[in-house]
């Protein structure tokens, strides 16, 4: 599962303390487990290695350079939704012929540079965007591959701001409009369809959504067959879901035993998307006790690391476990109800409500787990405060992989125009 465990009371990242961790390189910082990412990694590999599928990790759940690198070292491809992320994914090493391009808002320029570097596709998300990549292409020499991202209209059963494969929201689109597109595509000539893509939610933790979803797509596609339209790639998107609580999310090895069959009927290559099962349960975001501090209705514990940090409890009311660092068996015995809180100016700045957890005092270390997806790539400078330190543990070593912002880093494009300095 994960490579955080308790030894002799002390929480270790595979062979650290991550006590030392945190004395060393301070607080909030991540902590990311490189074989535990790898581990995830191989596991969804391993379950579909009958497919052979090119895995393109979600590079949103978490783009740190070296997670990129480590992740594309070992053959994976990327999954872009921008510039920024194509810029990210190229630095990091990757193949433009394993990067996969999706976002409902792609600019112009985006497109241009996507098409320039020679990416797979683009997963395409509206007619008016296919026919804007259809005219930029025109100025290049050779066709530009395009996947028909649909939208199934399935229910995930996961957080509404996740959902992203019901009919209302923003993303995809309808069978209706895809088979238009797909009989008309010889009027499109600067592009090439070559696949069809779904992405229908995050954490979802059930086989049935993706069951039901892929079976609409398989049904679609053999109607186009009918129709004369064949198709190259079958991209599965992401979402699979993973343990923040109590949930029992399918494994690989499940997920592969519903999909694979459907999957091989089709004969089409298979492209998927993970983000926060591969990274998710790989990091930690550990923090420092400032103080505690008792109400008449509550009692509060003040962290030094806030919603700017970590904004999926805030966000989506997410569940993350809270874990003292060190755990002496006194504590066990002493536990209270708590409200874990950041120092940031707003009500909504907490990691947990009413937990039940063994006493904390000023200076203890805790763990917020499980924040290795969308924890730091969501993180933001409210409060003026600069973003956390990241580090990845290799067994008994750890390297920085990204430094804490300065005060200079804060203001660095801040421009006081010469009038205010009364020039
Ligand atoms: C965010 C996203 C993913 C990854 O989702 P996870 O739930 O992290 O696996 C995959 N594909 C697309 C298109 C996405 O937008």
Do not use: W
């Not at 069978?175 to 238009?180: D, E, I, L, M, Q």
């Amino acid at each position: 599962m994960h490579e955080f465990r308790y030894i002799n009371n002390r929480l270790y990242c595979e062979k650290v303390k991550v006590e030392e961790l945190a004395r060393k390189f301070g607080t909030p910082l991540y902590v990311y487990s490189y074989h535990t990412m790898l581990d995830h990694f191989h596991k969804l590999q391993a379950a579909f290695r009958s497919v052979k599928p090119l895995v393109c990790y979600s590079v949103k759940a978490n783009s740190n350079l070296a997670i990129l690198k480590a992740l594309v070292d070992k053959g994976a491809g990327l999954d872009i939704v921008s510039g920024g992320e194509l810029y990210r994914a190229l630095k990091a090493g990757c193949p433009a012929q394993k990067i996969v391009y999706a976002s409902v808002g792609k600019t112009d320029k985006e497109i241009e540079e996507a098409v320039k570097k020679g990416i797979l596709f683009f997963n395409v998300e509206s007619l008016p965007e296919l026919e804007n990549i259809n005219r930029i292409a025109g100025r290049f020499k050779r066709p530009v591959n395009v996947a028909l991202r649909i939208n199934p209209d399935v229910e995930p059963k996961t957080h509404k701001f996740i959902t992203t494969g019901k009919i209302t929201n923003k993303f995809g689109i309808d069978f209706a409009v895809a088979r238009r597109i797909l009989l008309l595509r010889r009027s499109l000539c600067n592009i090439k369809i070559c696949g069809l893509h779904i992405h229908i939610g995050s954490q979802i933790t059930e086989s049935a959504p993706f069951v039901a979803a892929i079976k609409k797509v398989i049904a679609f596609l053999a109607r186009m067959k009918n129709e004369g339209v064949t198709l190259e790639y079958l991209n599965l998107g992401g979402g699979l879901g993973i343990v923040y609580d109590n949930e029992k999310p399918q494994t690989a090895v499940k997920f592969a035993a519903q999909v694979l069959p459907l999957l091989k009927r089709t004969g089409l290559k298979v492209i998927m998307e993970p983000g926060r099962f591969i990274i998710g349960n790989a990091g930690i975001l550990v923090a420092r006790v400032l103080y505690c501090k008792s109400t008449p209705r509550k009692r509060f514990v003040i962290v030094d690391a806030g919603m700017n940090d970590l904004i999926r409890p805030s966000f989506y009311n997410a569940y993350h476990q809270i874990l003292p660092i060190r755990y002496p068996l006194s504590a066990i015995r002493y536990t209270e109800k708590v409200d874990i809180v950041g120092p940031i100016c707003e009500s909504g700045d907490f990691f947990a409500k009413d937990r039940r957890l063994p006493r904390l005092k000023e200076g203890d270390f805790i763990a917020v787990m499980s924040a290795g997806a969308y924890g730091f790539s969501m993180s933001s400078n409210y409060n003026s405060r600069r973003r956390a330190k990241e580090v990845m543990v290799v067994k008994d070593k750890a390297f920085v992989i990204r430094k804490r912002e300065s005060f200079q880093d804060l203001l660095r494009n801040e421009i006081i125009p010469a009038f205010l300095m009364g020039l």
